[in-house]
T-cell receptor, first 115, second 112 residues
Framework: DAGVIQSPRHEVTEMGQEVTLRCKPI?????LFWYRQTMMRGLELLIY????????DSGMPEDRFSAKMPNASFSTLKIQPSEPRDSAVYFC?????????????FGEGSWLTVV | DQQVKQNSPSLSVQEGRISILNCDYT??????FLWYKKYPAEGPTFLIS?????DKNEDGRFTVFLNKSAKHLSLHIVPSQPGDSAVYFC???????????FGQGTRLTINP
């Protein structure tokens, strides 16, 4: 079975540029999450969707961050304009709402470096 | 404010001995707890979980203990193996809710 697929795996961009991260959740999963990993704060939830609808975006750090889920098989996380402090690993994850416990399944992450 | 805390950034254990990773939480509403394991350049993968109605859950070499009064959980790995070297994240949630709150992670190194 294909897991959560993220692209790009690595991105290096200049400060001020727009960054778009992409995610394809596991087929049949109806919840999708965007997390960010940093050394100081570990894994932080940025936003999550149920059935393509954003439910909680309280973790989105600033208006520079936005996320969309136009259909059940695709989501994007956009940063515009990007800043060096946005450098982190961004993970997308998916789950079946009401499934086993609260288990969610992560992609391999997108490593973002803003210089 | 960090609702889930892993106060040890790293831990080094000799192969064959017991590894104990600790996690504290502050939100008394949390009633479901999970541990995830993460290898370099990979996403975190689910390891073991426990509901607040239990104080222990065991799966092979992995055991999670929950102390609700202290708002503390721990993961025991025995015996530790080199393949256990990874970053371990604990996570807390309100059961049935979608949101998992993770700690900062602990890097476990198993020395041969």
């Amino acid at each position: 079975d294909a897991g959560v697929i993220q692209s790009p795996r690595h991105e290096v961009t200049e400060m001020g540029q727009e960054v778009t991260l992409r995610c394809k959740p596991i087929s049949g999963h109806n919840s999708l999450f965007w997390y960010r990993q940093t050394m100081m704060r570990g894994l932080e939830l940025l936003i999550y969707f149920n059935n393509n609808v954003p439910i909680d975006d309280s973790g989105m750090p600033e208006d520079r961050f936005s996320a969309k889920m136009p259909n059940a098989s695709f989501s994007t996380l956009k940063i515009q304009p990007s800043e060096p402090r946005d450098s982190a690993v961004y993970f997308c994850a998916s789950s079946v709402r009401g499934g086993a416990g609260n288990t969610i399944y992560f992609g391999e992450g997108s490593w973002l470096t803003v210089v | 404010d960090q609702q889930v805390k892993q106060n040890s950034p790293s831990l080094s254990v000799q192969e064959g001995r017991i590894s104990i990773l600790n996690c504290d939480y502050t939100n008394s509403m949390f009633d479901y707890f999970l541990w995830y394991k993460k290898y370099p350049a990979e996403g975190p993968t689910f390891l073991i979980s426990i509901s607040s109605i239990k104080d222990k859950n065991e799966d092979g070499r992995f055991t999670v203990f929950l102390n609700k009064s202290a708002k503390h959980l721990s993961l025991h790995i025995v015996p530790s193996q080199p393949g256990d070297s990874a970053v371990y994240f604990c996570a807390s949630a309100i059961q049935g809710a979608q949101k998992l709150v993770f700690g900062q992670g602990t890097r476990l190194t198993i020395n041969p």
